[in-house]
């Protein structure tokens, strides 16, 4: 101890250079260094595109995944400069590309606004890659330098003339950082169709080299909006059921702050609601959704106060209720935007406040005044959120009141694990007494529990919040986790009893839906639960293939065929195979061995990777209107597991 004491000296304290900052510490600057950071390193070089889009000088930006994993941008716009830096004696390509902080985004005579990562921007994306070529059409000329780890290995060449302008940034990431590296569709899509949105007018191109169809020709999609936020609540709204046939559209600049907010009401229970800032999504709001709520809040319940309608109601309404069945997206544009965290989630502005407060109301008045019909329609639906969670409240009290009455508030069914400790007890919710009986006996019942499900729960898509307290299944799961729905529809976990929550289903279509409504009353009233990793579905086997002594479950075809090539010769005929279609068909020992033991369970976590594409997807497959539906499901057949 003492040897190590004395070694610690002057030369003991480390001074990174450059970009080994990056290098040495990435999560704190893209978030972490699997799949959210490996998309993060596109989002960082498209946000360069649009803000040259946004500042009125680029109009095409091109994505393309190439077929040895790597990421092209292309866009239409100025071009990066590419002369001497006066004070790093280097080309300015060069010093954009391998100093951090360093960029146009802090000369507020380039931009304006911005968005990108505290200005970290496109040389973190250097840093963290194995290969990184910037290409620059500038002047007439096409300059192009390349990078390795973040440093140049070669020096800022004129490669060829042109009368273009724009930038090329082709990277690839590096796999010795990165413990992900291959970058998926879904996720890249999901970010380009929101800038597409939040950006009217701007073309943006993806294309994936990796995979093509019958003719060779390669996945693409363009994105475009020419009604921008409109579009987007369109979007949003098109599975539900319409309140009022119109969305409230305004895109002004008050008190100096742009201002963009699209807004609609719909028949639903739920509230979505999404915020940006220069284009960044804040997941955990800020003072311009603080201002949307006030300007929402106080405005209806003026109207309503002044058509008498809250008095003849006789029901006292909250702020909650005038944002049931509301769908809005709000995008604000701020010079210097001050974000609450490195991740850039919560808006700490002051001044964004009274501007969307302002530009909000002043929209809604209109609106109201104009379409009386529609504001009624909007005040009746607030009325009945307000009965509704009166009704709600009674529904809690009645289940709260019951919980001291049954076990000390765990349901008469769970059979609960005797560990006290929530990081290492687990709980299986269970498809039906038969297969919850096995599962009793097969347990551990030191940190597992089970809670068997009687049937397919209530979809809570389709009724208002006291229904679904109602719900004796729903109670349980409630009672069960010891969670609590606050009256503001929040979820106390802080007594969470469990840390892992297992949907353990039938590897068949019964066991898909319910499995799809429990993941519903997750994503709706649950979410907390998701967001912090605790949401688990197991991954039942699928067959058990037995030839002399070799004896192996299998989960996927895959599992099963190379079963069949290495002990039957490719044949069936060979193998015993036994298709599982249901947890019961197993006993306590083999549910164990394949579902429930930790050292040979399959485990997949639930996560909120795209929250925007979820909610529309949970509303388009549980909702009332079936053609969405219908055409989900046949463009997506060739993913479905059909059990005939």
């Not at 893209?30 to 803000?51: A, F, T």
């Not at 409109?230 to 969305?247: A, G, M, Y």
């Not at 353990?504 to 993941?519: K, P, Q, R, S, Y």
């Not at 639930?606 to 979820?614: H, P």
Request: glycine share 6%; aromatic share 8%.
């Amino acid at each position: 101890m003492s040897e190590q004491k004395s070694n610690y000296s002057a030369n003991s304290i480390q001074v990174l250079e450059g970009l080994e900052a990056v290098r040495k510490r990435p999560a704190m600057y893209i978030g972490d260094i699997s799949v959210k950071g490996l998309h993060h390193l596109v989002s960082e070089v498209v946000d360069n595109c649009i803000d040259e889009c946004m500042a009125g000088y680029a109009t095409h930006i091109e994505v393309t995944i190439t077929e040895d994993n790597c990421v092209k941008v292309v866009d239409n716009g100025r071009g990066i400069p590419v002369d001497m830096h006066e004070k790093e004696h280097r080309s300015a390509l060069e010093v954009v590309m391998t100093v951090l902080h360093a960029g146009g985004k802090f000369d507020k005579n380039s931009y304006k606004v911005s968005g990108g990562l505290h200005g970290v921007g496109v040389s973190c994306v250097n840093a963290l890659s194995d290969h990184f070529v910037a290409e620059v059409r500038r002047q007439g000329h096409v300059w192009r330098q390349e990078y390795a780890f973040g440093k140049p290995t070669t020096e800022v060449q004129i490669v060829g003339d042109t009368e273009q302008t724009g930038t090329t940034i082709l990277f690839h990431p590096d796999g010795s950082i990165m413990t992900e590296t291959v970058f998926q569709w879904d996720l890249i899509s999901s970010r380009l169709r929101d800038l597409a949105y939040l950006n009217a007018g701007i073309h943006i191109t993806l294309t994936d080299l990796r995979d093509r169809n019958e003719k060779g020709e390669p996945r693409q999609q363009t994105y475009y909006s020419k009604n921008g936020l409109n579009e987007f609540v369109q979007w949003l709204d098109e599975s539900r059921e319409h309140l009022i046939p119109d969305i409230i559209h305004l895109n002004t600049e008050s008190d100096g702050v742009p201002v963009e907010v699209a807004m609609t009401y719909n028949t639903s229970y739920s509230e979505t609601i999404y915020t940006f800032v220069n284009n960044i999504n804040t997941h955990e709001g800020g003072t311009h959704l603080d201002g949307f709520r006030i300007a929402l809040t106080n405005t209806l319940k003026d109207y309503a106060t002044k058509e008498k309608m809250l008095e003849k109601a006789k029901v006292e309404v909250k702020a909650d209720d005038f944002r049931e069945g509301l769908t809005a997206v709000i995008s604000v544009k701020v010079a210097e935007p001050q974000f609450e965290g490195q991740t850039k989630t919560r808006l700490g502005n002051v001044e964004v406040r009274p501007a969307v407060n302002k530009a909000v109301r002043v929209a809604l008045e209109n609106y109201l005044e104009e379409h009386p019909a529609e504001a009624h329609l909007i005040v009746d639906k607030v009325i009945l959120a307000a009965q509704a969670r009166i009704a709600a409240r009674k529904a809690r009290e009645s289940v709260q009141k019951g919980s001291k009455l049954i076990g000390g508030g765990l349901p008469g069914k769970l059979a609960d694990c005797s560990s006290k400790d929530p990081a290492e007890c687990e709980i299986f919710l269970v498809e039906g007494d038969s297969a919850g009986g096995t599962a009793k006996q097969g347990r551990d019942r030191n940190y597992q529990a089970i809670l068997p499900l009687r049937g397919k729960i209530l979809n809570v898509e389709k009724v208002l919040i006291h229904k679904m307290l109602d719900s004796a299944e729903i109670q349980n799961m409630f009672r069960a986790f010891r969670v609590n729905l606050r009256e503001d529809k929040t979820l106390d976990i802080s007594n969470l009893r469990y840390h892992k929550v297992i949907i353990m289903t039938d590897a068949d279509v019964d066991g898909a839906h319910i499995a799809t409504l429990l993941m519903t009353l997750f994503f709706r009233y649950m979410r907390p639960l998701i967001e912090d990793g605790y949401i688990y579905i197991a991954m039942a086997p699928l067959y058990r293939c037995t030839i002399g002594k070799n004896d192996e479950y299998c989960w996927t075809d895959a599992d099963r065929d190379r079963f069949l090539m290495n002990y039957g010769q490719g044949k069936e005929d060979k193998v015993k195979i036994q298709r599982y279609k249901g947890l019961g068909e197993m006993n306590a020992e083999q549910l164990w061995d394949t579902t429930m033991d930790p050292e040979r369970r399959h485990l997949k976590r639930v996560t909120i990777e795209d929250a925007i594409s979820a909610d529309q997807t949970f509303s388009m497959l549980m909702g009332e209107d079936v053609a969405p539906r219908r055409d989900f499901i046949e463009s997506n057949a060739t993913y479905a597991n059909i059990d005939a």
